[in-house]
């Protein structure tokens, strides 16, 4: 066991492995003895709440720390100034009026945090200011009488009333505790009681149990409560609520989902039922049960159930996959794409500061090598440094592990990645990464809501996220205001006019009635993915998608693309954003393209194109190529009016190039393929062309497939029963098969989940078995058979290892 790399968390050693063993595995079950006894007294508890909002002792000479504290004091003195402290006021910010609104009384709580992390902290201008500290606790009675308060109804977006203002009133008071009256804080418990009683339950619906991220916040808050009255049984209420000991760990946050909200084996992570969230309520619930198991650890109220094993496995299985070099993928964001203050790099952050949190007490094991990956992703993001993001808890874990010579930074993490229980795929390799948003009937294709996302309409029908470790702006400078949100990257549209999502109040999902989203991965290098599109009510479009994932290509066939509206059909092979004054040449077939803004070329049988400093494009049919530089202007509101959330009506400009395939009116079986050569000069993409190392044997509305000649691979995607590339297969499936030597490598899945049993011959002899999963069978003989029960297997890759 690992300790804490500095005083941040005294005695969080009582986390780890030892103090996970219980009595017949029964969470929380064992009596500590004499020398494991929890010495961690309440007030000892309090003052460790109160360094994981200050961050504690820290060197102000420090050039990162004197920022963070400079930066702290100017968002502080900023609110400050604004306080209406009035005897006569009637809210506390002129522009969140009236305080009786439920979005204005939660920022109202947050920027009373703010102000009190500011003066609890040293080296602020607001430092152990008397009259601040009385300011503050007036603020903080004035909105209890005024608008949050036990004889209040639930109005509006209940998670300020549950989630939102209860957090931040109790951090505040931990903040302020020895100024605050009896009296008062009394109140403030009070009305934590009221709204948020437990973690267990949403309060305004005592049925609906608590999911996810929900819980863990209301777990941090029922704890948070219970420290502050002194209440053992309202923490021991919080820890309990992490395995859900009320209804038999039914809704534990250390268990596997198998429907609904919550982690999956496969590593994905889905909240509201049917997103997937791993970059947001993920991180929520990565870092608040990472907080709370730093709070408590040491105390009779330790967090000791063994299953805490699920959030340590969860870090390498569903969180860095998605983290790009410190970024969060937009993939995995939903609806907070839109926040004009939580782009990226910014949630990026909270998960990386998550990770190094429940680093703090996690075995040696896996702490170690979670460091390494983190230290990792803060050298090499210069973008956005961590240190310019990061509160000042975050910036001390972080730069113990900079300053740690012992701790070697770990090279970009490659692999594949399929997480077929929210539709994501994510491809990485040493200096790119490509990420797949799918949709199906059972996850959505976006989620709108609460003014937020108005544009989401496209993001999850095969949108396709390069990033570029040169790159690593892309999608935090600007993008979503500014991009065409017709025209996203991998897509195929139907260009009718859309109107806004989400305008409303609440959030709302779209789920598409296909059942086919997702693929199989072959030694977590090579990938094959497909999606069923079938567009929302109003357009007839339908198209049948795939795409081949190799070591150094993107491998993208369209087939059976029809739609009878009369209106023009797109698919987009690129949109990049080249940022404010970005002027990356464009060469097509050897010729380089003009520069101006503005301008668009036509071009019928294009055989390659080449984006300066991003890579190449190999289109392997007749494609009406398209292209276009432009610069567009468009403001965060108007994707976002969210009322805590919302954006600036300040106008940002990018500039776009891009790429698109035109199917013409009302196209009927159409059909696109290309390849994407991320990082590929143009020299080499011209060489690509000419040599078609890459064979598409079948695009049509049966199967789509390809085959890689100096790998050995064929993949395919079975529409229907069929044949192609020498692959037979009796249904619907994702088939990869790779010979080499003598030594038949594949992987088989059923991405729509429709089947029970597949069966699929190989265009091989097959004299040996080396391996094969349980649900896999072979029949051995002149054409290997694979028969292959995937009934039940939620669209899990199946393999099996042959020999010739």
């Known amino acids: 066991m690992q300790l804490s790399r500095r005083s941040l968390l005294a005695a969080t050693a009582a986390t780890g492995a030892t103090a996970l063993v219980t009595a017949a595995g029964t969470a929380h079950a064992r009596t500590a003895t004499a020398a494991e006894a929890p010495t961690a007294d309440i007030p000892t508890l309090l003052q460790r709440a109160e360094t994981l909002l200050t961050g504690g002792e820290f060197d102000p000479a420090d050039p990162d720390f ?24 009637t809210a506390l910010w002129p522009d969140l009026v009236p305080l009786t609104a439920p979005g204005n009384f939660g920022q109202s709580y947050t920027r009373l945090r703010t102000l009190a992390t500011a003066w609890a902290t040293p080296g602020t201008s607001l430092t152990a200011d008397a009259s601040v500290a009385d300011a503050l606790v007036a603020a903080l009675r004035f909105t209890y009488d005024t608008a949050y308060n036990p004889a209040k109804p639930e109005s509006g977006n209940w998670w300020f009333w549950e989630i939102g203002a209860p957090r931040a009133l109790m951090d505040s008071a931990v903040l302020l505790r020895d100024r605050l009256p009896a009296a008062d804080l009394a109140d403030y418990l009070s009305v934590v009681d009221r709204f948020c009683p437990n973690a267990d339950r949403r309060t305004n619906s005592p049925t609906l149990a608590e999911t996810g991220a929900n819980r863990t916040d209301k777990a941090v808050i029922v704890a948070l409560r219970g420290l502050l009255g002194g209440d053992g049984a309202k923490l021991a209420s919080a820890r309990d609520a992490l395995s859900d000991v009320r209804d038999s760990g039914r809704n534990s946050l250390f268990r596997y989902a198998v429907s609904g909200d919550g982690l999956y084996e496969d590593g994905s992570f889905v909240q509201h039922g049917v997103v997937a969230y791993t970059g947001t309520y993920g991180a929520i619930l990565l870092s608040g049960t990472a907080h709370l198991l730093a709070l408590l650890a040491g105390s009779e109220w330790a967090v000791t159930d063994p299953k805490v094993s699920v959030m340590y496995e969860a870090v390498e299985r569903s969180f860095t996959p998605v983290i790009f070099d410190g970024l969060m993928m937009d993939a995995v964001r939903g609806r907070a794409v839109s926040r004009e203050r939580a782009g990226d790099h910014r949630d990026g952050a909270a998960a990386v500061a998550g990770i190094l949190l429940l680093a703090t007490g996690a075995p040696d094991t896996h702490a170690a090598r979670w460091r390494a990956v983190v230290k990792g992703w803060i050298t090499r993001n210069r973008t ?25 930074a770990a090279d970009p993490a490659t692999g594949l990645h399929v997480f077929a229980d929210m539709d994501r795929m994510v491809h990485r390799r040493p200096r790119w990464a490509y990420t797949l948003s799918l949709s199906s009937k059972r996850i959505s294709a976006y989620e709108a809501g609460n003014g937020e996302n108005l544009h989401g309409w496209y993001t999850g029908d095969g ?8 790159d690593l702006g892309q999608f935090n400078d600007g993008f979503w205001p500014t991009v065409d949100p017709y025209r996203l990257p991998g897509t195929t549209v139907d260009t009718r006019p859309r109107t806004d999502l989400g305008t409303g109040g609440g959030t709302s999902t779209y789920r598409p009635t296909n059942a086919v989203a997702g693929g199989s991965v072959l030694h977590d290098r090579y990938g094959a993915a497909s999606m069923e599109l079938i567009s929302a009510s109003g357009s007839t479009l339908r198209a049948r998608k795939s795409w081949f994932l190799l070591d150094n290509a993107v491998i993208a066939l369209g087939a059976d693309i029809t739609a009878t509206d009369g209106r023009t059909v797109e698919t987009v092979v690129e949109n990049r954003n080249l940022g404010r ?24 049988q294009a055989g390659w194109a080449h984006i300066e400093g991003l890579g190449g494009y190999v289109f392997l049919e007749a494609t009406a190529l398209r292209a276009l530089r432009e610069e567009r202007t468009g403001t965060w509101r108007s994707i976002n009016t969210g009322a805590d959330t919302g954006g600036s009506e300040t106008a940002v400009t990018r500039r776009y190039l891009t790429l698109w395939a035109d199917h013409g009116l009302s196209p009927t079986g159409a059909s696109y393929a290309h390849v994407l050569l991320p990082g590929a000069s143009a020299d080499a993409t011209a060489v690509w062309s000419r040599s078609r190392p890459v064979r598409v044997a079948s695009n049509d509305a049966t199967a789509q497939a390809v085959e890689v000649r100096r790998l050995g691979l064929t993949a395919a995607n079975f529409w229907s029963a069929g044949r192609a590339a020498g692959i037979t297969s009796s249904g619907p499936a994702s088939v990869l098969v790779m010979q080499r030597d003598n030594r038949i490598s594949v992987a088989v899945s059923d991405p729509g989940r429709t089947g029970t049993t597949l069966s699929v011959e190989l265009p091989y002899p097959v004299s040996a078995v080396i391996s094969a999963d349980d649900t896999v069978s072979v029949t051995t003989g ?23």
Request: proline share 4%; hydrophobic share 40%; no cysteine.
């Open 66 to 89: 004197a920022a963070a504290v400079t930066a702290l004091d100017g968002t502080a003195k900023g609110l400050w100034d604004t306080l209406d402290r009035g005897a006569a006021r």
């Open 384 to 408: 956005t440094p961590f240190a310019g993001l990061a509160t000042l808890p975050q910036l001390a874990l972080a730069k113990d592990v900079l300053s740690d010579g012992g701790i070697t």
């Open 581 to 604: 004054e970005g002027m990356p040449h464009l060469v097509i077939e050897g010729v380089r393209q003009p520069n101006t803004q503005g301008w668009a070329g036509e071009f019928g």
């Open 782 to 804: 002149r054409r290997g058979v694979l028969t292959v029960t995937v009934g039940g297997s939620r669209g899990r890759t199946h393999r099996a290892e042959l020999v010739h």
């Open 463 to 470: 949108m396709g996220y390069l990033y570029d470790a040169d």
